[in-house]
Each structure stands twice: as C-alpha cells, then as structure tokens.
C-alpha cells in the first residue's frame, strides 16, 4: 500500500487520513499549529470555552448519508446531539420570527404574521419539505429519499429558487418581518437555494449541534485517526514541494525537515497553495472560481462574553438591526448573537457564553490582515473598540444584560489568517449565490501525477460536510491510482513473450 502524506490537519485532512488508513495505506499528517481540527476549533478563556465552528453541524439526522459518513470517522461517535427548537430568531420593528425545527410550527406562525402572505408561505413550506426528500431526510419521520420521479416532479420549483437570491425571494412576501426573516441569516445575495438548504437541514433534525462543540468533535476525529495507526507531526508547516518529471519527490518543511511520499494530499487553500508552495499554475477551473466577480469570499469579525446571569432574555441565535451608529463601525447591518446554555461544560454553573458574528467582505478582511501584519498595537485597540460596540449594541438591545457580560475574545479575519493560512481569514469557501450549480471540482493537478487536493474550495461554499466528503474523495482517488498500478503490473507480466 501507499505512503500518504496530508498537508493540513483540518477535517478534509483528517478525514482523509482516516479513510486512507481504513484502506491500509501509511498516513502522515503534517498541520502548521499546535493542534489538529482547523477551524473546527475552541479555546478556554480561564474558566469558559469559546467555541469557533459548529452553528449547524449538516449530517445530525442518522437517516442521512452525511451521517453515516461523520460516524465512520468518529465525529458523532457515543455522542449525543443537541437539536434546538430553532435555528434562529429575527426581530423587525419589535416583532420577531423564529426558524423553528417543527416546519408546521413556522408556517402557523409565518401565517399568524402575515395572513396576506398565505400562498408564498405555502410555496416556501412546500419547497422545504421538498428539500429534505431530496436530502434523503423528507417525510413525517424524515426517513424517506426522493427518487427519479419525485425529482422530475420537483425541478419546476427547485428551478425558480436556483434563480433567485436570498433578496428575490424576501421581495416575494409584503410584510416586512417575513422578508427580514429570508435576509437576516445569509444576507441579500446567496443564493436562495442556500437558504432553502439550511432551512431543510435544520427542519429535518439534519442540523444540530453534538455535544463538547467543535473542539471535542475535532478530537474525536484526531483520536479515530491515531487508533488507525495514523502519525501526526504538529507545528510542521509545509513550505515546498518539489516537482520532478511530473512528480512530487519530496516536502520541505519551515524547520528544515523533509518528507517523502508516494502521494501527497493538499487541503490547503488554492490561493496559497499554487506557485507558493506547490510550483505549478492553479488549475483553470479554480482560477475561474477566483475571477468571477459573482463568487465573493467572506470572513467574519466575533466576540465572545461571559455571562453571570441564570436566565438569558433570548435563546439560541438571535439576529437584529444594529442602530446607524454602530453599523458604519461594525461595517454590518445586522448583529447575530448567539448563547451556549445547552453546553453546561462551558462556563460555570449558573452562568454561560454568549458570542456575536458579524461577516465582512474581501476588501475588510484584508484591512484587519493588513493592520495585524503592519500595526499589532492599531490592531489591539481596534479589537477593544469592537468588543465595546458590541457589548453596547448587546446591552442597548436587551437592558437587563448590562453589568453582567465580560469580555473573554475578539477574533477576526486576521485570527483565521494566522491560524488555518487562509489568504483573508476565510472560514469558508465560495459565498453560494443564485444560477450557480455547487459542483465539485477534479481533485487532480494536470501535469503532476501523485498531487491530490482535497480542500473544501474545490466546492462553493465550502464548509465542514464538503470538506468531510472532498477528504474521502482524495483516498479513493489513490485508491484508484494504486488499482491502475496493479493492474498495469500484471498486464506487464502476464503480455507473451516473443520469440
């Protein structure tokens, strides 16, 4: 079997690297930080945990393939899952709408709203439920899959959201916290198929959250590797790789160390990956990924408190307007704020954590990296003025918090930069936007024979499912390599001699 070599400890590169040794291959994973999971990630803050990654963790529901795929590499393994009553809440001019788990919860109450509204309501409901046939978790006891004829039936309506953005379909409905509802999570232009995915997932129980947060999801997985017989080399960050006659020979690390391998799995990102580490042009299809103007990449800018009171006046995650003068500052209209009281491991008794996001485009991503690289002392105070906006924001919102939050994090593209080599801090890949299938792209590099990636950017958006499955692919591709080779071998030696 082959000697495999993965660039990158992160889920792709973990799972990779378990389905590698599955197949008996020998696994070395090399991660540049001090631990595995990428930004599968969390960190103790003195007696509170932040957690970084999991909002929704697709593949809860054990009637779904994702699911089946998450237990083979040990992330649900003895694991209870966490599944809320809703997703999150909105609130527009003092009403609020949840996405609640019972789908027939949310119509009723979308109805109560907006009687108005009654047949787009139905089409949105209908369109859901569709979904999760199509996601193989549909049905009363979201157990059954749709087949050839269901799909047929379903593209006239699966269609018309793959036109549309998260803002088309909003200006479908004429009440205004209906159209808050459809804007508020993704903002006004993914595409609304992406909405429309997370709103199945999380109806579906396909959405929740396992127990410990990312942190302990990402060991499990670590832990399943290293039982496999999988070695892991930390802070060992790849610098170079060196091509020759259309092979890989060997990998220079930052330490002066060298590596060689039979095949090497990139996870890494391709805009830092090609002609840097790897010195080949990126692959045409990803450079197109790269140059269209409709394919933006995000990040986000989070802080973190603690909280002493016992009772929170939200729950869950909880998204609202920001006031004018903290929005030009925050460079966002809206705060998500979300509370971890069903992890009681996160914070003292009687207390808990609560986090905000706010996402920010390329162009403020690369300013925080920027002032990070060129000015850390700008940079710190950037990040205090930014815990003190939000904790006005949070506290102008719900009165009864203030006095009771203390700051334990701020983090921003610059954090994700440093950490998981991002180009601008992106935690995904791709923002999903209307008239864009999510296809995946060919794992391999045209002109190198033994380079395999696996990253979550060979498919928009990106995320923790894609890179799950894009980890996976990588092995069977060698798999298949090492078939060709065997077969080739034999073809060798049983071809008749001439006399």
């Not at 909280?307 to 995650?317: G, K, N, V």
């Amino acid at each position: 079997m082959a000697r495999i070599l993965i660039i990158g400890g992160g889920v792709a590169g973990l799972s990779a690297g378990i389905y590698a040794q599955l197949h008996g291959h020998k696994t070395i994973i090399c991660e540049q930080h001090y631990k595995t999971g990428g930004n599968l990630t969390g960190w103790q803050r003195g007696e509170y945990h932040v957690d970084n990654c999991i909002h929704w963790l697709t593949g809860t529901n054990p009637n779904s393939d994702l699911y089946k795929l998450w237990q083979e590499v040990g992330a649900l393994d003895n694991t209870d899952v966490y599944q809320g009553e809703s997703l999150y809440t909105c609130e527009k001019n003092g009403d609020t709408l949840s996405l609640f788990r019972d789908i027939d919860k949310l119509e009723k109450r979308m109805l109560e709203i907006s009687p108005e509204d009654k047949s787009e309501i139905k089409r949105f409901i209908g369109a859901v439920k569709d979904f999760e046939l199509i996601m193989g978790v549909g049905g009363k006891n979201h157990n059954k899959k749709a087949n050839f004829a269901t799909y047929v039936k379903l593209f006239p309506t699966l269609y018309s959201y793959f036109n549309m953005t998260t803002k088309d379909l909003a200006n479908r409905f004429s009440h205004p916290l209906l159209r808050e509802f459809f804007v508020s999570l993704l903002g006004y232009d993914f595409g609304a198929l992406a909405f429309l995915c997370v709103a199945s997932t999380f109806c579906s129980d396909n959405g929740g959250l396992p127990k410990g947060g990312s942190h302990a999801m990402a060991q499990r997985m670590t832990n399943k590797f290293l039982s496999l017989g999988g070695e892991i080399l930390l802070k060992k960050q790849a610098v170079k790789i060196d091509v020759k006659n259309g092979n890989a020979t060997q990998t220079l690390f930052s330490d002066g160390s060298k590596i060689r391998a039979d095949y090497i799995i990139l996870t890494t990102e391709p805009s830092v990956t090609f002609e840097k580490i790897l010195p080949v042009k990126m692959p045409k299809e990803l450079k197109a990924d790269y140059e269209n103007k409709r394919l933006t990449r995000f990040s986000a800018i989070q802080t973190a408190f603690a909280c002493d009171l016992p009772t929170l006046p939200f729950s869950a995650d909880y998204i609202f307007e920001l006031p004018v003068k903290y929005r030009k500052f925050l460079k966002t209209e809206r705060l998500i704020i979300r509370e971890f009281s069903h992890e009681t491991s996160f914070a003292p008794d009687g207390q808990t954590v609560i986090q905000s996001l706010t996402f920010c485009l390329e162009n403020t991503a690369k300013d925080f990296i920027e002032l990070r690289n060129y000015d850390k002392n700008a940079y710190d105070n950037k990040k205090r003025q930014i815990a003190s906006a939000v904790y006005l924001a949070i506290t102008e919102k719900f009165p009864s918090l203030c006095g009771h939050l203390k700051l334990l994090d701020v983090w921003t593209p610059a954090t994700y930069n440093r950490f998981v080599g991002s180009e601008i801090g992106a935690f995904m890949s791709f923002a999903f936007p209307s008239k864009v299938l999510p296809i995946r792209k060919n794992n391999r590099i045209k002109g190198i024979h033994n380079v395999i990636m696996a990253s979550q950017w060979l498919q928009s958006p990106g995320g923790l499912p894609i890179a799950l499955q894009n980890g996976k692919y990588a092995t069977e591709t060698i798999n298949k390599l090492e078939e060709r080779k065997v077969s080739t071998a034999k073809s060798i030696v049983t071809k008749p001699i001439k006399a």
